[in-house]
């Protein structure tokens, strides 16, 4: 048997949703992208939103919309898909980074006290996971010390932290809709803010600094972030399975946590949970933390036929940002790469599949016990 890490949930939804738009000849950012701003602006709870090409260039957008650039530091966690830390640099600004707590694998709020300078502007919780940054604290870290706060809520849609969603806390919220997201589009990204002055911020830089369409008059510079109806007819067609596929998820999340609650491997591998606080939970990968280091265990599996991942590469030690970050001490984020490992999840895989990758983690266990 193989089992792939992920695979989008596409069908022939998806696929009339496309052929709508050539029919009508809808292949720029006109009324489908409008129809699906609204929904997703309804489901997120927020006053306004605006698209972006893609999750990178959300964080990007909504950082300048924030007024972040040359010379701020903005606090991004260790942990997380660079994604989050390139967009600070691509604004002229510095990522600072703080380390992580292991139970939730989401930024230390305390440890960010450490983290303050005269130039810190924001603060950017990510939610990793299907995991959620505890925001009423973070909220409570931000407003205490004047800083602004820029969710990335890239895998977090739909998600809930004491019935308010990721992503409408702060003063922006982030989603990405790349193909491994809870929502996919292909490619895609969304900003969201309750705050008119940001907002038309957002709508100046998005579109070449002008606040409509067919005016060639621009009171500031601005670029283009557009998307296109055929991506938002597909991100239609998502959001009517949106139920579907968090149903999914969370029975594949149920059978595997039941399958590796086992009392052999118990203290060997475990699978990361919620807190009570999220609902509903949408697990973006089913992760575990092992005792031992994960690599290893990652190989036998992949001998298997079984597709990993890693967790993301603690950003203080990435080639890339080697001459600028001294390594301080983040030790979680380290141990969590070490030892933690993404099985497969995608909403269409089968019960079958998960029993052989957890018998597959058992055997490896029971192997190394002899
Ligand atoms: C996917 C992702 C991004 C970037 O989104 P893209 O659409 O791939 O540019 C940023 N942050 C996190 C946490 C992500 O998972």
């Not at 309750?194 to 709508?203: A, G, T, V, W």
Request: hydrophobic letters at 40%; glycine letters at 8%; proline letters at 5%.
């Amino acid at each position: 048997m193989k089992v792939v890490q992920f695979e989008p949930f596409i069908d022939h939804i998806e696929y009339e949703a496309i052929k709508d738009c050539f029919d009508k000849k809808w292949i720029t950012e006109g009324p489908k992208t409008l129809e699906f701003k609204n929904a997703l602006c309804e489901m997120i709870g927020a006053k306004y939103g605006v698209f972006a090409p893609n999750g990178t260039l959300a964080l990007y957008l909504g950082l300048r919309a924030l007024g972040i650039g040359p010379g701020d530091e903005v606090i991004v966690p260790d942990f997380t898909f660079i994604a989050s830390a390139n967009a600070v640099e691509m604004t002229g600004a510095t990522p600072v980074f703080v380390d992580i707590n292991l139970d939730d694998l989401q930024i230390n709020i305390e440890g960010c006290h450490n983290a303050l300078t005269p130039r810190t502007k924001a603060i950017m919780p990510v939610h990793l996971y299907g995991m959620v940054t505890n925001m009423p604290q973070l909220l409570s870290f931000a407003k205490n010390n004047n800083l602004l706060v820029i969710e990335d809520a890239a895998q977090a849609l739909g998600i809930n932290w004491e019935g308010k969603a990721c992503g409408n806390f702060g003063d922006i919220g982030c989603f990405s809709f790349f193909a491994d997201k809870t929502l996919t589009t292909g490619e895609g990204g969304f900003v969201v803010t309750n705050n008119k002055e940001i907002y038309e911020n957002l709508c100046y830089l998005r579109n070449q600094g002008r606040m409509n369409r067919g005016t060639f008059e621009h009171p500031h510079i601005g670029y283009n972030f557009r998307m296109t109806d055929i991506q938002s007819a597909i991100g239609l067609a998502q959001l009517s399975k949106f139920d579907t596929i968090v149903s999914l998820k969370n029975t594949i999340f149920h059978s595997y946590n039941e399958q590796l609650n086992n009392l052999d491997i118990v203290e060997e591998i475990t699978v990361v949970r919620p807190r009570k606080e999220i609902n509903p939970f949408i697990p973006f990968r089913v992760i575990a933390l092992t005792k031992e280091p994960s690599a290893p265990l990652m190989n036998y599996m992949k001998q298997k036929e079984i597709e990993t991942r890693t967790f993301f590469y603690p950003l203080h030690k990435q080639p890339c940002f080697k001459n600028k970050f001294s390594g301080e001490n983040l030790i979680n984020s380290v141990y969590a790469y070490n030892h933690g490992i993404c099985l497969p999840s995608y909403p269409r895989l089968g019960e079958t599949e998960i029993t052989y990758v957890c018998d597959t983690i058992k055997d490896y266990y029971k192997g190394k016990r002899i």
